[in-house]
């Protein structure tokens, strides 16, 4: 990868200086990258016609003003972080920054997901029901659900749960468990499991096994609801489409699944489950739409982008073989390409029963 890396670097860095000498003219800036002879403007329009973004889940009626992002205070970026860390993880001494880093990241993405979907679940949650949070990270879903759902029993699981969290109510408790593995659980003494952005951390040949003990943990007629992004981005420039392939790369060494996505149902039925209804949000990546919502959502999942990335700066460049400064350059131009290629990611929500006896 490192031949690829340094072709990338230089058209990042040739594109930089063209960016340069355009806005000198006080012109508006526009991409001379060039791939097989075809413009950037006509890879857009082949990108827009070929890989179109579905927002049919927008709410006209909702109001835009709900999802306010208003610009961080002068000096208070560090100390607002360390709050929204500390107040859902309780695990300062523990964690290094990095992993505070990457729990704010999730923490956005969290807000995001809930705001585009309305709602925490699709799936129904009525009555008095259990419910298991599978891979549970820093538990704010698992937090959210048992305040909202008072007669509901809430129980988080993941290889290394919060030990500590304010506000904590009495009916959610977590369990150390590694997914992978037999869960802690008893045969169909569940309602209702759900399941988010584990896509990374399970192996592709580890799906079968997380499903059969959903399965088995399930009551009959209880319900599953997963949530998963694509890994690929839709809609991509040069340099993403570079980081795509890498990343791919990089999963198929460590045994994962880069298109574990497109399986998904099948695994479902397979497996034995029923009423399966798959469903599909695409979110933009900046602030390129027209629609105000989504704008707002753009500029959030940009933003966590742009986490993701820098969170993961000594990865890249220890594996693909460039410098720091390179990394960074590349990252400018990644976040530069969503806008102009109308980026966009797409999460798939599975929800599925286990059929009644």
């Not at 949070?133 to 290394?160: F, H, P, Y």
């Not at 969170?311 to 720091?324: A, E, H, L």
Request: hydrophobic share 35%.
């Amino acid at each position: 990868m490192g031949n690829q890396a340094s072709k990338v670097i230089e058209k990042s860095k040739e594109r930089k200086e063209r960016r340069i000498n355009s806005s000198s003219k006080n012109n508006r800036r526009r991409s001379t990258i060039t791939l097989g002879g075809r413009s950037h403007s006509s890879l857009v329009m082949a990108a827009s016609k070929s890989i179109q973004a579905n927002y049919d889940w927008i709410d006209e009626k909702q109001d835009p003003t709900l999802i306010h992002t208003p610009p961080p205070l002068p000096n208070s970026t560090k100390s607002r972080r360390q709050s929204i860390t500390e107040f859902f993880s309780g695990r300062k001494k523990s964690l290094a920054q990095e992993d505070f880093r990457e729990i704010d990241r999730l923490q956005r993405l969290h807000y995001l997901l809930k705001s585009a979907r309305k709602s925490n679940t699709w799936g129904e949650i009525e009555g008095s029901m259990t419910i298991v949070d599978v891979g549970t990270g820093n538990g704010i879903w698992a937090l959210e659900m048992a305040s909202e759902q008072l007669n509901c029993k809430v129980i988080g699981l993941d290889l290394r749960p919060p030990t500590e969290q304010q506000g904590k109510p009495k009916n959610l408790n977590y369990h150390e468990a590694d997914i992978t593995e037999i869960w802690p659980l008893e045969s169909n003494s569940v309602d209702f499991i759900f399941q988010r952005n584990m896509g990374q951390s399970i192996q592709k040949d580890q799906w079968s096994h997380v499903l059969s003990e959903m399965l088995r943990v399930l009551k009959p007629g209880g319900t599953i609801e997963l949530v998963e992004a694509d890994l690929v981005h839709h809609n991509p420039g040069p340099v993403q489409r570079a980081f795509d392939e890498f990343y791919q790369n990089q999963c198929s060494e460590n045994g994962l699944d880069f298109a574990f996505t497109g399986i998904i149902n099948k695994e479902l039925e397979a497996i034995g489950f029923s009423e399966l209804d798959h469903r599909t949000l695409d979110i933009p990546i900046g602030e390129w739409p027209q629609d105000s919502e989504l704008k707002q959502f753009g500029f959030i999942n940009k933003e966590i982008q742009k986490a993701f990335l820098r969170n993961r700066k000594s990865f890249y460049v220890s594996k693909w073989g460039i410098t720091p400064e390179d990394y960074e350059l590349a990252v400018q131009e990644v976040l530069t390409e969503f806008e102009d290629y109308h980026g966009f990611s797409r999460f798939n929500c599975w929800i599925a029963k286990k059929p009644a006896l």
